[in-house]
């Protein structure tokens, strides 16, 4: 064997904390190293090409790097080794940068420890077989799950770009939050009638298959080859035959049904369209209100339908598709507000949450766009709003700002002094956070157009008396404890990950954090890639965004699936698992190990029973080497003697 | 010698790729200092590392031996760190049965964004190791 | 428990068996070697006493015709863990339980007579009644039982097809089981450690306690004689025998269903199953385990709960 | 007067004492419940009142050793490629007696002597600890459980192999020097005449002879039927309950059977040799994968084949086996090769 050394100075990074010229010497002496040379910046172009150079003239047929981390490089030097004819699983890196010359001081103790960690990387390498990837068939199709605006725009850019867009959405409408806000930022421009007709859009793009009212039951395969299975929830209406006329929303009955879209602001009906906009604008039945549910009689609505599109014995039915990548955009959720009991939680008719004020905002929602207060139907005139309602908040698990509330209070405080242009708002902040194309100037007009009221303090108390609330807080500015009577409060709840977020996740095999935010591949490089390849992240979902930064990931992450699907093959990681039937024994205990059922069971020739590797399937996790008894199962790159060989390179007594 | 103070000693740490040797990654880009003591072996999943990988470290010269992954429920492959917890969990019970302390043995859970808790990890355990003073009666090294 | 009983059920499963496993007299007295039956006239050489301390259950992973095993209540444990990990055709195994009060242990009787060659036996309630060139001597079976007969749980088989006598229940409390691991654990950490050198530097790595133990599958597989994997040299240095009684410990976490046979086959006398016998404690504290129990139980290594009740995280 | 001599039972002690100033000197002793050979010194306990577990073969012939070592040198710092490989081979074995091994013992290592020593290339490991070894014997009183030395030519008091033979004359010990080293420690150490205890002990010796069990049929056959022997049926039989360890092996004072390995670590290694046992799958394991004894029925054949058939045709009859009964008594299973043989000497009984 003759393996080459590489020790990277990156600069003064390394060199500076880490006598490289000796880990160099060091290495020489190793037996089985052929050659070992330290150089400026081993990454950059001359570094190399140093490389290259010295496996054509040393005739090295193993290298190693030591560098910085391997989650840094590998991939470089393995295209570089690659180049030069080695397999690009020759290579190992040892890093000795974040490792060893950033956390150390003493260069004495760091050169020793670089020396060690070269000397494992040499003995793994030793180690290191060569390893070819297999290339397997995309299936061209990408499933979006959410349709809020950044799913919307993920599904319609896969689809203008001509890719068979499987669009999933858990509530009976597309449209997402936007859907229900009244006027978006800075522009105050009308939120449905802009996003009206990427909905629109959605719901007749031929290229878009949409389940709306459906979840994502089951996530199987691999990039590439992913089966999915839907659950199609039973609606109780056929919607092959609905028309979305409306005639049974007017003729029902039950008026006390919850209504989701309006976030309970006003009751529905039990049959109901979700909003005047919809799409699919199709009705469908709310057992938990329909009396015909709960009773057992009614029939009102399959008496009045046109079309006779009623069917109460509707079941939820499972669909499967086939697609090959996965846009994740399920957006986020809002923090309940009866966790907030020093606001009363949700005692209070007059205590509201901001996405509930919107609605009453809206020309279209339950109010018709009249302000008024839902314990008495008055028109208010004192408005508190209170932002960081539960955000910025150690204690209750939400440390994080949730992003646009300071936005879309000074936006409700404008459009509540057009609405009623007597009425005074005050606004309770910790800090205004507005940074983005005319968010500053925005907050000012707020104040200075609109004249209202900002108070820097947290609210410590919301109580009734009489017919006001009083809102009890801090004024830090002026250090002085302010109190005012208000007629309605809005509380900018904090914005929290989406209900079965974690679930998903599972489901997904992707990362994600401490408050169930989905986790990208790297925060600045890889913002909507996941560390499951095939899973691109959009919007929300991987933690609060506004509207523009929601439809920027929507189509960044349709990018990264048209980029994806530019090819027709991909290449399988080979560093797989992998057995050895002769040593194998068939008692299967890998199979019942592996997460992801990549194991079964074979029959050899001679009729001995045996575990088989189902190659694009298997992650590389190494779950089934480390349950294997007898080492006959190994994960490739990560072989049981691969990692023994650097265990005892360190340990010798 | 090593922050620790004494002689240096010698502490394997098994660390998986997608949470904990990122977290060591990440400790090492904010510079944010640690004993020496420790080499590093990358496995890919915490689920990957058997058991005996650490009797062996233990049995032919490791003082200490640390084992990393990513937290419960935040596995790259889902359920391998599961796994890793039952099965470390009874080494640890047994090592120190036989009569190794248990001290010499931690397994603990840091992701790809906690340097800080990763620079307490091994700053601690460091600690903890040289304590408890070296397991085996080794020969000076030759060089 | 009569023989003969054993003798009717015998001969009422042979013809649907290629083999009764069973047991028959050895080399001397006090030795009975395992019995591998295929016909009527075997049948009649069958013998039960409580000298029949082989675990017949291990032979059945090995065979691939339908096999009957005579089975104590501590070797029924075996065929529940091989059902457990499917390991076995159930279908495929005719199962004779015997319920037991308690075996004997060959070597505290040899060693209670001097080691002298034994040239006769004899029972009578609950005793032994040992012949030698020096005379006799009786021991009450109770004194020289293997120490896994004086916790014994499960006197009557967990799983059988025909049940040779009648079902006995249990004596022994539950809490006495894991009461010797305690009583170890009293020792200083110096004084394990320094225990089990000793006891393991005696090894002469001749893997019978590999090759006794139900469950140890690998069998000709094991990774103690592979070089790849190269999990250990043959050399015969602490750190090495040590090594191999830590990979047998290891891999049979949450399985080793406490037959003993490691221990009673083991010709240098090393506690060989009380790693084991730790890991089995640990099983039951962790995650509420007996090993060959339940065959519906999911051995614990291979399986886990996302919130683990028992398992806290360590803090340095 | 050095060919025999007499020892009262309390002086034994100075005796060793005595050998153990020239020599190192091993002697069986109590570990635990179990008789193992143990380096002798000032005080230890000797055990004499039955053969050990583990015969005095692994002084002879260690389970493990070293046959040479080997370091990786690169003396040109300027030229990695060049490596050189420095070869050591090391010799330290002291003088050494075995006292108080069983006859059976001695002659197991005569077994060995013909395919270590007595061939046209020695092992010089084995010879060099052969030569430096005196061994002393104790003859057996009475048989114990397995025993069956006389079937297969040796006796409870044989001298095959031995340097010096011991008996048990009830106040003292009796020794005959049988060899010029057993003389030359005879007479290195102070004892008094024996000969007015010859005749006890050749007494004692016969009397041993006669209590032996002889497990061959008493019209059995020199030969082993070969039609037996090649059947399949045969072996299933008899072997079904074998769980195919090595402890009949290693336990074995004439198994020789060895594996050697590099056992390398980064700059340095070893090539060791160590006991390896025909009734591992891995024994005969080719590279390729193919196994030529692939079933415990085979590896077992091969056992009783090599002890009774293909050892004897190579050296003029010999049996490789020397009866003492380990294989038996510390079998798992309790197979019983003597019963096996009987068969394959006499067909006619099954």
Known sequence: ??????????????????????????????????????????????????????????????????????????????????????????????????????????????????????????????????????????????????????????????????????????????????????????????????????????????????????????????????????????????????????????????????????????????????????????????????????????????????????????????????????????????????????????????????????????????????????????????????????????????????????????????????????????????????????????????????????????????????????????????????????????????????????????????????????????????????????????????????????????????????????????ESDPAIAQVNTNACVGCLKCLKTCPFQAIVEDTLRSGKKVAKVIETVCAGCGVCTSTCPCGAIQLQHFTDNQLLSEVSAICQM | MSDVGTKELRIVGFLCNWCSYGGADTAGVGRFKQPTDLRIIRVPCSGRVDPLFVVRALLTGADGVLVSGCHPRDCHYSEGNYYARRRLEMLRRLLQFMGIDEKRFHYTWVSASEGQKWQQVVTDFTKQVHELGPLHDKKEKAD | MSTEKLKEIILKVLPDVDTVIGWQEGFDKIHITPFFMKSPEDAEKAVWNSLCVQNLAAYLPSLKKKTAVIVKGCDSRTIVQYMQEGLIDRSNVVIIGIPCT?????????????????????????????????????????????????????????????????????????????EDIKEFEKKSLEERRDYFKNEFDKCIRCYACRNACPMCVCQDSCIAETRDPHWITQKLSSEEKMMFHMIHAVHLAGRCVECGECERVCPMDIPVAKLKKKINSEMKELFDYVPGVNPEDKPPMYTFNVEEAKIKEHKL | MADTGFLPKEKLKDFLEALSKDAVVYAPALEGDIVLFKEYSQGKDLYLDRPANLGPKSIIYPQCETLLSFDFKKNDPEDPKKVDIELKTESNFANTVVFGCRPCDAKGLVIYDKVFIDTDTADPYYKERRDKTTIISFACEAPFAGCFCTAVGGGPADTTGSDVLMTDVGDGFFFEALTEKGKAVLKSVPMQDGASYKEKAQKIKSEAEKKIRNPFPKDATEKLSQKLFDSDEFWEKVVSKCISCGACTYLCPTCYCFNITDEKTKDKGERIRTWDACMFNHFTLETSGHNPRPSKLKRFRNRVGHKFLYYPEKYNGVIACCGCGRCIRYCPASVDISEIVGYLKDPKQK
């Open chain 1, 1 to 570: 064997m003759r393996v080459g050394v590489f020790i990277c100075h990156c600069g003064s990074n390394i060199a500076g904390t880490v006598d490289v010229a000796r880990v160099a010497a060091e290495a020489r002496k190793i037996p089985g190293v052929a050659f070992a040379t330290n150089y400026m910046y081993t990454c950059s172009e001359p570094g190399q090409d140093e490389i290259k150079a010295a496996i054509k003239r040393e005739n090295l047929d193993r290298i190693v790097v030591a560098a910085c981390s391997p989650r840094m490089h590998e991939n470089t030097f393995r295209k570089t080794i690659q180049k030069a004819g080695l397999n690009k699983y020759f290579l190992e890196m040892a890093n000795i940068r974040e490792h060893i010359a950033w956390i150390g001081n003493d260069k004495e103790l760091n050169t020793e420890k670089a020396i060690d960690a070269v000397s494992m990387a040499i003995a793994k390498v030793m180690q290191n077989k060569p390893l070819h990837a297999t290339s397997f068939k995309i299936n061209k199709r990408v499933l979006v799950i959410g349709g809020g605006v950044a799913g919307m725009q993920a599904a319609l850019d896969c689809a203008d770009g001509g890719l068979d867009v499987v669009l999933v959405e858990k509530s009976p409408a597309v449209g997402g939050i936007m859907a229900r806000l009244d006027k978006t930022f800075p522009t105050i421009d009308c939120s449905i009638c802009i996003l009206g007709p990427k909905m629109v859009d959605v719901g007749q793009h031929e290229k878009i298959k949409l389940f709306a009212y459906s979840e994502i039951e089951e996530i199987k395969g691999y990039i590439g080859n992913y089966q999915i299975k839907i659950r199609k929830k039973a609606t109780y209406v056929d919607w092959e035959k609905c028309t979305g006329c409306g005639l049974c929303m007017e003729k029902c009955p039950s008026k006390n049904s919850y209504d989701y879209f309006n976030f309970g602001v006003a009751p529905t009906k039990a049959i109901n369209i979700p909003f005047p906009q919809a799409i699919p604008k199709k009705a469908k039945i709310d057992p938990n209100y329909c009396r015909q549910f709960l009773k057992g009689k009614c029939g009102v609505c399959a008496k009045i339908c046109p079309t006779g599109a009623i069917n109460y014995e509707m079941k939820d039915e499972i669909v499967t598709e086939e697609v090959g990548a996965i846009v994740v955009a399920t957006g986020y959720g809002l923090l309940d507000q009866n966790i907030l009991t020093e606001y009363g939680g949700t005692r209070y008719p007059d205590v509201i949450s901001g996405i509930q004020y919107e609605r009453l905002l809206n020309a279209s929602g339950p109010t018709s766009g009249h302000i008024e207060r839902p314990s008495d139907h008055t028109e208010p005139k004192t408005i508190v709003f209170v932002s960081c309602a539960g955000s910025r908040d150690k204690s209750i698990g939400v440390p994080y700002c949730s992003g646009f509330c300071c936005m879309y209070i000074a936006k409700q405080a404008i459009l509540t002094k057009d609405h009623i242009p007597d009425s005074q708002s005050y606004v309770f902040y910790m800090d205004i956070r507005s940074p983005g194309k005319g968010y500053d100037e925005f907050t000012r007009r707020a104040q200075e157009e609109y004249g209202a009221q900002y108070i820097r303090g947290r609210v410590s108390k919301i109580y009734p008396k009489g017919k006001k609330m009083i809102v009890r807080g801090a004024d830090t500015l002026l250090g002085t404890q302010v109190e005012i009577e208000a007629d309605l409060v809005v509380l900018a709840t904090a914005a929290i990950a989406a209900e079965g977020a974690a679930e998903m996740a599972e489901k997904l095999h992707i990362s994600y954090d401490t408050f169930g935010f989905y986790v990208e591949s790297h925060p600045k490089l890889r913002p909507v890639e996941t560390n499951t390849s095939g899973v691109f992240l959009a919007g929300a979902c991987q933690g609060p965004k506004d509207i523009p930064s929601s439809v920027g990931q929507g189509s960044a992450a349709a990018a990264k699936v048209l980029s994806l699907f530019s090819r027709d093959m991909l």
């Open chain 3, 102 to 178: 308690g075996v004997v242990s060959v070597k505290k009787v040899l060693k209670a007579v001097d080691y002298q060659p034994i040239e006769d036996v004899k029972f009578s309630d609950e005793k032994i009644i040992i012949k030698t060139s020096k005379g006799e001597k009786t021991l009450a079976i109770a004194d020289v039982c293997p120490d896994k007969c004086k916790t014994c749980q499960y006197p009557t088989p967990i799983v059988y097809d025909h049940l040779a006598g009648d079902p006995i229940e249990s004596t022994k409390p539950a809490e006495s089981v894991y």
